[in-house]
């Protein structure tokens, strides 16, 4: 009955997790209510709300100096929020461009302050590598240095933590937080949508290190003021309790895995297996550079676009959806975070030979 | 099994939406996926948001020239974002404050504008009724006018339309929209939380006549520029697709209660028979005013304070539970929205009169 589902996001949930929830969906724990329907204050949603904050600081090792922050509006808004927060004493700001989304927080940070071009890996409007961070222009007397550690649309994905000095590291996690393990120390603000390999989309996750609050733009919403939110346990406004309630149940599933290291295993070999798939024959390619090929998001080409439908039906036909690339980019993605199974890559990969045998 | 959940929101939703929901979670409709795991670009997903629309559009009589938007933030985030969209052109808005709410919409603003308090109803700290319209110091100049047309903490809703001339009208409606027919034509933005009537605690509707679009402030984060989310159809940023879809099953519950009109019935019916109840002697007290008692937010007092503790712990031995008032006025507080059955009511009026007897 279930398909393989490669959508980029929103993007197949655990079905242990999807079965749990709907076997609590009208009284969870014998509370006689489902979660959807508890106050944000009461004792049962408070336990709730506390445990996924725990197993979030466990399952990544996050500092006690950084403070884990739900919160609502997705990467989009944080692109807006975070220059509002970083760059109320200080404009300037510098972003590496690795892709769409580090082009999108790019552009909206202009909005806020005096943002710098530090790195930009477009070659002919396309991105497929990471400048090494030597040659980044970076400013030392910056606030902050914005970079995408993965790309999803352009396949990009960094395996490396720049040094940035004394000067915070913000990256957007939205589409590998929590597919590996990550330094958290390394950087000054980590964010991310949930709609990945965490949740319902929604919910937005925030780490940020303690010293970076309280320095807010006077405009910025208070329902958005890392401060306010920090100092309201996420409660300042009412918090979107079930996608909570679901990233929870998400975190349980994945310390069940072996915790962001055993996740890691599993990512890894998936994607090896999908990128060997495309590199076999010059029927399919990826021409992104081998150490930074996502191991989230696959784009992919058929050497011949006039095979795009044909290819695409048969994966449904095959129970595989969602492998259409990103209408920017055009080809095939596949979108393969931590709920896709190994058997998912591995029905991808026989339809792509089996494709290829009847149309090489 | 399940309990009668008196909650302020979030808040009871209808069973039937339960269930649907948790029939469907792994599965919509043959999809072989929730629908929490679909893109919000695929068709299986545009059609949920397109039928939630034109169903709250039909349930409302929303005029043509409005605009509906599903955002992000809740009712503290739109407080700040009104004001960041209406104050673009003219610094000046007026505010009505009836209670708690649109106390903290009238702070709040103040960081956007300069901002008048057209009229405040507090006497001694409490609000127990609405000022007259012809009593509010209107500034005819105003950007808007703000009013939240229900109090959840204090009880205090209005069952008139005051009358702005040209200045458009801002409701903060978040706690008894589709509680009942509203006449939209009257108001230029009318917003609220989904976490009461409509669905789970993270989605934000927004209804907005054309004509303010396209004002907002420079700093306006463009996630939540009404303009750009209207011309996205909602999906400017990743939309909260789940809560979306319990929204659109809740619309459908409404719906075959025969809209708003039949909802309205009901609701009157409910509240009817509890301040009846609460008034019938004096071991109970509501001091709102009678033609602005609310319909959906009861708030009472027991005669003694002492009994508070064993009132509550006998109506949750009965499956009645989040009876305790707000944590700022204390005492009780039944909300009784569309979900609660009148067998609710009619259960909590019994236990009433069954401790007061025992206690009277």
Redesign the interface.
């Known amino acids: 009955?279930?398909?393989f589902?490669f959508?980029?996001?929103?993007?197949?949930?655990p079905?242990p997790v999807?079965?749990q929830?709907?076997?609590e969906?009208?009284?969870w724990h014998g509370?006689?209510?489902?979660v959807?329907?508890?106050?944000?204050r009461?004792p049962e949603f408070i336990a709730i709300h506390a445990e996924a904050v725990a197993l979030l600081r466990e399952l990544l090792a996050v500092p006690a100096n950084y403070r884990v922050l739900f919160m609502?509006?997705?990467?989009?808004?944080e692109?807006?929020?975070v220059p509002?927060h970083l760059l109320g004493r200080n404009p300037r700001a510098d972003f590496v461009v690795t892709g769409a989304w580090s082009k999108k927080s790019f552009r909206?940070a202009q909005?806020?302050g005096s943002i710098s071009l530090a790195a930009d890996a477009a070659v002919d409007g396309r991105y497929r590598g990471i400048p090494p961070a030597s040659a980044w222009k970076l400013d030392r007397a910056a606030a902050y240095v914005h970079i995408c550690t993965n790309e999803t649309i352009d396949g990009v994905e960094y395996f490396f933590t720049p040094d940035t000095g004394a000067v915070p590291l913000v990256a957007d996690a939205s589409s590998h937080l929590l597919s590996r393990p990550m330094d958290v120390s390394k950087y000054g603000l980590i964010f991310g949508?949930a709609?990945k390999n965490i949740?319902?989309?929604?919910?937005t996750i925030v780490i940020v290190r303690e010293d970076l609050l309280g320095q807010a733009?006077?405009?910025c919403?208070?329902?958005?003021e890392y401060r306010t939110v920090a100092e309201h346990e996420s409660m300042?406004?009412?918090?979107?309790?079930?996608?909570i309630y679901?990233a929870g149940l998400v975190f349980k599933w994945l310390a069940a895995q072996g915790g962001l290291a055993g996740m890691e295993a599993r990512n890894i070999e998936k994607a090896d297996l999908l990128y060997r798939a495309i590199d076999a024959t010059g029927f399919y390619t990826n021409s992104v550079a081998p150490d930074c090929r996502s191991r989230m998001n696959v784009p992919f080409y058929l050497h011949d676009e006039r095979l795009n439908a044909p290819f695409l039906k048969g994966a449904e036909e095959r129970?595989m959806?969602?492998l259409k690339g990103h209408r920017s980019v055009g080809g095939m993605r596949a979108s393969i975070y931590n709920a896709m199974p190994l058997a998912g890559v591995q029905a991808l990969v026989a339809w792509m030979r089996e494709f290829e045998k009847a149309h090489g």
Chains 1, 2 share one sequence.
């Open positions: 009955m279930r398909v589902n959508s980029a996001g929103p993007a197949a949930l079905e999807l079965r929830a709907a076997a969906m009208l009284d509370s006689g209510m489902g959807m329907e508890m106050s944000h009461g609502q509006g997705g990467g989009l808004g692109n807006a929020i509002l909206e909005r806020y949508g709609q949740g319902p989309a929604g919910l733009h006077a405009l919403p208070s329902a958005f300042y406004n009412t918090p979107p309790t079930y996608a679901i129970g959806v969602q």
